[in-house]
């Protein structure tokens, strides 16, 4: 398994606390992303990382911030939790453009 | 807006049967096309991908078509196996960020 650790892997949260997800990488890649994974979307794009503090916004990026400090982790997190926000989220990595994408083995969380 | 459309939804196949998944794509930047095999408690996994240049490629069980013009794709499993039973995703990239737009998924059932 490529080495992607994601933590934690299950959380659950009240409506309106801040809650952050650690995605940490030891394979020294460029590229980290962030999807979520409900039922009927498949996986969809967060936001995603470039570089140490390189990041962008994905297709459902409302409400989430991310930041990269250091080329092996990457944060996401929901500054206010809200029920929507509840689902699976993995973190991916990519060494290069073209190259195969490694998924970790996801956080399911749960805002009550 | 939905760019990779993915059917079925899921899929029931009798063991040694043929399991074909399908999806269409809207964006002609999309250059990278790759199916993912994801089984409970995991992340997706690269199962097999194909670059617009080529109409098939095929590794072991898993075939892909590619059909530029109709901007569709597909996954054949040959010879499917209980194994195999997984949600499958498609998924597309543009050269840009390498950034993977899935599919719906299609949850693949494969009865001995």
């Known amino acids: 398994d490529a080495g992607i650790t994601q933590s934690p892997r299950h959380k659950v949260t009240e409506t309106g606390t801040p809650v952050t997800l650690r995605c940490h990488q030891t394979?020294?890649?460029?590229?980290m992303y962030w999807y979520r994974q409900d039922p009927g979307h498949g996986l969809r794009l967060i936001h995603y990382?470039?570089?140490?503090?390189?990041?962008d916004k994905g297709e459902v990026s409302d409400g989430y911030s991310v930041s990269r400090s250091k080329t092996e982790d990457f944060l996401l997190t929901l500054e206010s939790a809200t029920s929507s926000q509840t689902s699976v989220y993995f973190c991916?990595?990519?060494?290069?453009?073209?190259?195969?994408?490694?998924f970790g083995q996801g956080t399911r969380l749960t805002v009550v | 807006q939905q760019q990779v459309k993915q059917s079925p939804q899921s899929l029931i196949v009798q063991k040694g049967g043929i399991s074909i998944i399908n999806c269409a794509y809207e964006?002609?930047?999309?250059?990278?096309f790759p199916w993912y095999q994801q089984v409970p408690g995991k992340g997706p996994a690269l199962l097999i991908a194909?670059?617009?240049?080529?109409s098939e490629k095929k590794e072991g069980r898993f075939t892909i078509s590619f059909n530029k013009s109709a901007k569709q794709f597909s996954l054949h499993i040959m010879d499917s196996q209980p194994g195999d039973s997984a949600t499958y995703f498609c998924?597309?990239?543009?050269?840009?960020?390498?950034?993977?737009?899935f599919g719906q998924g299609t949850i693949l059932t494969v009865h001995p």
């Open positions: 991916a990595i990519r060494g290069g453009i073209g190259t195969e994408a490694f």
């Open positions: 394979e020294n890649h460029r590229y």
């Open positions: 990382s470039y570089g140490v503090k390189d990041t």
């Open positions: 964006n002609t930047a999309f250059d990278y």
């Open positions: 194909i670059r617009p240049d080529v």
């Open positions: 998924a597309a990239s543009k050269p840009s960020y390498g950034k993977l737009t």
